[in-house]
């Protein structure tokens, strides 16, 4: 009755606070000893114990690997859901080492006297199975609704999930009985065993009674750890156990391994001698002779996949043979961080596997391995992905976000690697304590990956360049996972179609780019009522940004009428810290319209791009984008334009000015080659249904599209727009067709 689970050895520490700091120092010793966890009683009726998350919250702060845990904690006494995002903030605080161990309730008499209602037996069976229930709820944010639990003892009407922990946090039960046995079984993820070393000859009635309850329920009984807390008259010697006896420990514990299942071994004391010698003596010769008998035996030690994970796996993928480097970062739709990473920013998602590598090797080893599934696969950096490229239904991602280091290579020249996973405004910050800055999109948040293979329109696009023209190398992994460097002078073929079609070619690993001196900008908002006018608006607004020096950059957004009202905003970038050249730049654009709001301002270009913590996007809907690259903005285009807005057709309508230095380059000297066009149009919508009907006959008027921006990833589609100027390659490694060709971007083959 060996489970095979990984030996883990621990103290449970009684709670004491008489000497308030003893327990915490004895928590800090059994890490230092290289024990595996420690655990707290739970007896909040006794006003000599302190109470048992107030102290694991100070014992998770003073140490940083040891696991934690109540043991047991006692149910009756707390509220479910604050139960769990107890233990998740814990979890999340301590990064990932909350366990928990809960119990149907003891000592009714002192509970009673608290106020406790006194459940009977099998109510008491129910009210644990119900938190329990409860508790796994608050942290599946997979679902992304709210929870409804209508359980007699513990309920929940409509609260939102959350926080999700760290990781998934293990339930032990501590019990005795058939029913509390029955339901460890169905769904506990240890099982306490009761009554210290005293009740160690239930563990054989124990194990069947749970491993019949587990199968019945489709469960494997692996899935469940044994627990068992040793007293110092474990192994019939009652006094002084470790005082040159201790072998007859060994001898019992590794029996109990062997052939009872135990897998946890927890050393109930308070004395640190002692604590010492079971960590020195005792554990690492149990831990030697499991390890020998089990290699003997040719015991299986294959971690167990939880049912609860294994019911939600999609078709066509094979989990059991994901690889090695990169188990750690899989996760799966029945993880606890799932809801974390399933989605983007605005874009809901249901992928099938996330994979997480954190360097070009396991980027390979992930390339390779999906292509020999049956099902989607996306890259994904930031997790903006509007488009919905980086997110699918039941396929693969390989999410980038772990691989997010910023280097400086060479400061005379201003050469500096990014890692795709980096967002934009980590990128701004490090670079401004150079006195640099990059041309980049419009919000921090955006991963550098993306944004950078596809061309890179942001607020210093006019004075600077798209940000895919700052690239001196890359190092890509391609789809035969070759990890390849790409540059002017190598792989030339494949640096050319990184910039602006990087997503067709491979995965992007580095990227080495030269940025530019840019320290302080001036920055302008400027809101118009343009009711009255909103095609004669659009054509002046346009003809302004053209007519302007190339130091100044101006975003266009707006919406459908609100209260009979069209308010357009702008904002805008002049790259200058010289307040008369920024005024003088901001007068032009303000002289189109009459104007409802005004700001102006002198920032850093970091404040202007920064990130806010990194979070898991949480998108849930399927917003509709269409995009168009546009050479001049005239009155037929105003005229279409003025009709989304005005019949609401598009709930989100953007124009970011392009010209000045983006077409300092040729068209064919790199992947993104409408070099000409002044202008990149977005419009979103609830629905394609809604917007096509107009934006289908406006499609003779763009040049090409921005596939960043765009939804409709039917190729059929995209090839309505005219073919585009660009360069042909028939490289093994980048072959493609002039038919694949999309304005400003390429295609992939079928």
Request: hydrophobic share 45%.
């Amino acid at each position: 009755m060996d489970y095979g689970h990984p030996l883990q050895f621990g103290v449970s520490i009684t709670p004491l606070n008489d000497d308030p700091l003893a327990p915490v120092a004895l928590a800090k010793q059994a890490e230092a000893l290289g024990l595996d966890i420690v655990t707290v009683q739970d007896h909040p009726y006794q006003p000599r114990f302190h109470e048992t998350w107030t102290l694991l919250s100070w014992i998770a702060g003073a140490t940083s690997r040891i696991s934690l845990s109540p043991h047991v904690l006692n149910v009756p006494m707390r509220v479910a859901s604050v139960m769990a995002r107890s233990a998740a903030s814990l979890d999340l605080l301590s990064q990932g080492r909350a366990q928990l161990a809960v119990g149907a309730g003891a000592f009714w008499d002192a509970m009673v006297a608290m106020g406790v209602e006194r459940l009977s037996a099998g109510e008491s069976v129910a009210a644990l199975e119900e938190a329990i229930e409860v508790m796994r709820g608050v942290w599946d944010l997979s679902t992304g609704r709210p929870l409804y639990l209508r359980g007699k003892h513990h309920a929940v009407t409509g609260i939102e999930p959350g926080p999700a922990p760290a990781h998934r946090i293990p339930i032990a039960v501590g019990a005795g009985k058939q029913r509390m046995l029955d339901l460890t079984g169905r769904l506990g993820d240890g099982w306490i065993v009761p009554g210290g070393e005293n009740g160690i000859p239930l563990l054989a009635k124990g194990n069947h009674v749970i491993d019949e309850a587990a199968r019945s329920v489709g469960r494997d009984p692996r899935e469940i750890r044994r627990i068992v807390n040793l007293g110092d008259t474990f192994a019939g010697v009652e006094t002084e156990p470790f005082s040159g006896q201790w072998e007859s420990w060994v001898e019992r514990m590794t029996t109990l391994a062997l052939d009872d299942g135990v897998s946890t071994f927890l050393l109930s004391s308070d004395d640190p001698v002692r604590l010492e010698l079971f960590a020195t003596h005792v554990v690492p010769a149990v831990t030697t002779a499991v390890a020998a008998e089990r290699a003997a035996r040719e015991t299986s030690l294959q971690p167990v996949v939880p049912l609860a994970v294994r019911a939600k796996r999609r078709s066509g993928i094979a989990y059991g043979k994901i690889p090695d480097s990169l188990l750690p970062g899989a996760v799966e739709p029945g993880d606890v961080s799932y809801g974390n990473v399933r989605s983007t920013y605005l874009r809901g998602g249901t992928p099938g596997l996330v994979l997480h590598p954190e360097n070009a090797a396991q980027v390979a080893d992930a390339v390779l391995w999906a292509q020999q599934q049956s099902v989607a696969l996306s890259v994904r950096s930031g997790g903006h992905g509007f488009s919905g490229r980086s997110t699918n239904d039941g396929g693969i991602v390989i999410d980038l976000s772990r691989m997010g280091a910023i280097d400086v290579l060479n400061e005379a020249e201003r050469l500096v690697r990014v890692e795709p996973g980096a967002r934009w405004g980590e990128v701004t910050a490090v670079l401004r304590t150079h006195g640099w800055a990059l041309s980049s999109g419009d919000f921090g948040g955006v991963g550098v990956g993306g944004l950078s293979t596809a061309g890179g329109i942001g607020f210093l696009s006019r004075a600077h360049g798209l940000t895919i023209d700052h690239v001196r190398a890359v190092d890509v992994v391609t789809a035969n996972g070759n990890i390849l460097g790409a540059s002017a002078t190598e792989h030339p073929d494949l640096f050319w179609a990184m910039r602006g079609a990087g997503f067709a070619f491979g995965v992007v690993t580095a990227f080495e780019f030269q940025v530019d001196e840019i320290t302080t900008i001036g920055f302008g908002q400027l809101q118009y009522d343009v009711t009255d006018d909103v095609a004669g608006f659009l054509v002046r607004w346009g003809a302004a940004v053209e007519a302007s020096p190339r130091d100044t950059t101006s975003f266009l957004m707006m919406g459908p009428p609100q209260d009979g009202r069209v308010i357009a905003q702008t904002s805008n970038v002049v790259a200058s810290d010289d307040p008369n050249t920024i005024l003088e730049r901001l007068q032009r654009l303000a002289d189109v319209a009459p104007l409802v709001g005004q700001q102006a301002m002198l920032l850093d270009y970091d404040a202007l791009v920064s990130a806010q913590p990194r979070i898991g996007h949480r998108g849930r809907g399927e917003p509709t984008g269409r995009s168009g690259l546009l050479e001049h903005i005239t009155p037929e285009f105003a005229t279409a334009a003025e009709q989304l807005l005005l019949r609401g057709a598009t709930s989100f309508f953007q124009i970011r000015a392009l010209g000045g230095a983006t077409a300092d380059l040729a068209p064919e000297e790199t992947a993104f080659a409408h070099r000409t066009a002044q202008f990149s149009v977005l419009a979103m919508s609830s629905s394609s249904e809604r917007i096509d009907p107009i934006w289908d006959a406006m499609r003779h008027m763009f040049a090409g599209i921005y596939l960043s921006f765009e939804t409709d990833q039917d190729r059929a589609a995209q090839r309505r727009i005219p073919a585009c100027a660009s360069r042909a390659s028939a490289k093994a490694e980048t072959a493609v067709r002039p038919d694949q060709c999309v304005p400003g971007q390429l295609q992939p083959a079928a």
